[in-house]
């Protein structure tokens, strides 16, 4: 086969392995350089998110729950489980399986859309050209009419914590630990903090999340992340907010942390320490001095709202673009981007991205929080309805949490759907088909929902928004 592609994507992530069979689908030859090997030295697709991101968070997280819940959860529905117990390697076995499963999945599609797999680390020359560096340090190059960059994010480290093996992990470490750590600290209260943090809380850590920002999650809605983390509080996770980290040093085997406050400075003692602060994008040696791609300020490679870099033929996305760091954002770019190459128009609409947060309860939303719409000076309004007055919600012992659908005051238009509690990840995506479809709450309202389900609750906060709720006060009586 000639060294020749029509399209050659570097990195197999959610961006790039969905971008390789999309091209492929549409006719043109394919290959994805990608250079994960994983611990026992096998050459892994997936990217971050299959391996150790999105997929092994989830299976921790429903195994844990599982175990919470048989714990705590099960006497006042009348089962007796006493002294249940938790096998870490066993639960870890299974994990490692799921994503092995996946991951061997991605190899299986690529092999029945023909896309070729180049093992190694890729670097952008001049003219679409890919070098690639295989394990042994063999370098080959490669051409392309077109070049997708999917090469992702890694943790960001900080200073005053520098990641130290087995004691200051990040976000891999933290869902690889081989027992219950007694005492865990997590620095950010962000997504993957609050997800690994409740993970190991489940299981019987103490856990105490230490956070910079005076305000619980600030890009949510005020009034979900409110009703969250009273949630969280009453399940025991300390959540330490206007908290910021000075430093982290191993002695004896246990991690202390010091930290400032309004109360002044502090100090703490882990057994272990997860730091969550964030992710960057990851464009190490990647890039030569004259492939003609740009990054912007804050490091991402500089795209258009079509993902085309500054380079001709040269495209990127995903986690190393602007926008949310999201497996669905990057798989949409990557669909997009090899469409386009196909000759076709599409766009990604970024103003329909769900995002989630896989605790318990769930937070999920798309679209605007009352604080944007008042900080644009937009005038609308809103329904809730709380899943205390669900009937499934309590049948299934889990009736904490609301659903809020925010309108515009005049066309009624859905412009924001916030949920917090059970499945709201899955609720989500009713408000994102709403508003994808333009709909209005009125519409949501004279659609007809099964019974009893969840969703009910997606139904009478759409009637709550016009006042018509029929399960709970509405707040203006009808005239
Ligand atoms: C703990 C955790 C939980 C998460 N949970 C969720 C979730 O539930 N839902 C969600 O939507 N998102 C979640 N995310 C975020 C999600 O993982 C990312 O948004 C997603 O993986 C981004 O996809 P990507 O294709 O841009 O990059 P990545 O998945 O990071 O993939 C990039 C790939 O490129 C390869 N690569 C990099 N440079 C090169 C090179 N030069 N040559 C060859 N290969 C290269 C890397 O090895 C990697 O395989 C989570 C992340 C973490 C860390």
Redesign the pocket.
């Given at each position: 086969m000639s060294d020749k592609y029509d399209v050659i994507v570097?990195?197999?992530?959610?961006?790039?392995y969905v971008a390789a069979i999309k091209a492929a689908q549409l006719g043109l030859k394919t290959a994805c350089?990608?250079?994960?090997v994983s611990k026992d030295g096998k050459h892994k697709l997936?990217?971050?998110?299959l391996?150790?991101?999105?997929i092994p968070?989830?299976a921790l997280l429903e195994i844990s729950h599982k175990f919470e819940e048989a714990n705590h959860g099960f006497a006042d529905q009348g089962i007796m489980a006493k002294d249940v117990k938790i096998d870490i390697a066993k639960m870890m076995e299974r994990k490692t399986g799921i994503v092995d499963q996946l991951t061997g999945g991605i190899a299986g599609l690529f092999k029945s859309n023909g896309v070729t797999t180049i093992e190694?680390?890729?670097?952008l020359l001049a003219n679409r050209q890919v070098e690639v560096t295989d394990s042994d340090a063999n370098k080959k190059v490669y051409e392309a009419d077109n070049v997708i960059i999917?090469?992702?994010?890694k943790?960001i480290q900080i200073p005053p914590a520098p990641f130290t093996e087995g004691y200051i992990v990040d976000?891999e470490g933290a869902?690889e630990f081989d027992e219950v750590p007694k005492r865990l600290g997590v620095i950010g209260a962000g997504?993957?903090g609050l997800?690994?943090g409740s993970v190991w809380a489940r299981l019987g850590s103490e856990v105490t999340i230490i956070e910079a920002q005076d305000s619980f999650l600030p890009t949510v809605d005020q009034q979900v992340a409110k009703d969250t983390l009273k949630q969280f509080k009453k399940q025991g996770l300390q959540i330490e907010l206007g908290s910021r980290m000075t430093g982290a040093e191993v002695k004896r085997k246990l991690v202390y942390v010091n930290y400032e406050n309004a109360d002044g400075k502090q100090e703490a003692k882990f057994d272990k320490l997860v730091v969550a602060v964030g992710?960057r994008p990851?464009t190490d040696?990647?890039l030569a001095a004259d492939a003609g791609v740009n990054l912007d300020e804050r490091g991402f490679i500089f795209v258009d709202d079509t993902c085309q870099t500054d380079a001709p033929g040269v495209w990127a996305?995903?986690?190393?673009v602007r926008g949310p760091?999201?497996?669905?954002?990057?798989s949409e770019e990557g669909i997009m981007v090899a469409e386009r190459i196909a000759g076709h128009k599409p766009q990604v609409n970024y103003d329909c991205i769900p995002n989630?947060i896989?605790t318990f309860p769930e937070v999920a939303w798309v679209g605007k929080t009352e604080e944007q719409l008042k900080a644009e000076g937009e005038a609308y309004k809103v329904g809730t309805f709380p899943f205390a007055a669900n009937g499934r919600a309590m049948a299934a012992n889990s009736a904490s949490g609301l659903v809020k659908i925010i309108a515009d005051e005049k066309t009624d238009r859905i412009l924001g759907f916030h949920v917090t509690g059970p499945q709201a990840s899955e609720i989500v995506a009713q408000g994102v088909i709403a508003m994808e479809f333009g709909s209005s709450a009125e519409d949501l309202a004279l659609t007809c929902f099964a019974h009893p389900t969840l969703s009910e609750s997606v139904h009478e906060a759409a009637l709550a928004v016009n006042d018509g709720a029929i399960h709970i006060a509405n707040r203006r009586k009808k005239k």
């Open positions: 570097i990195g197999a992530g959610p961006g790039g350089v990608e250079s994960w997936g990217g971050t998110c391996n150790v991101g999105c968070s989830k190694g680390h890729g670097k999917a090469t992702g994010s943790p976000s869902l997504v993957i997800e690994l992710r990851y040696n990647l996305v995903g986690d190393v760091m999201l497996a669905h954002k990057a989630v896989y």
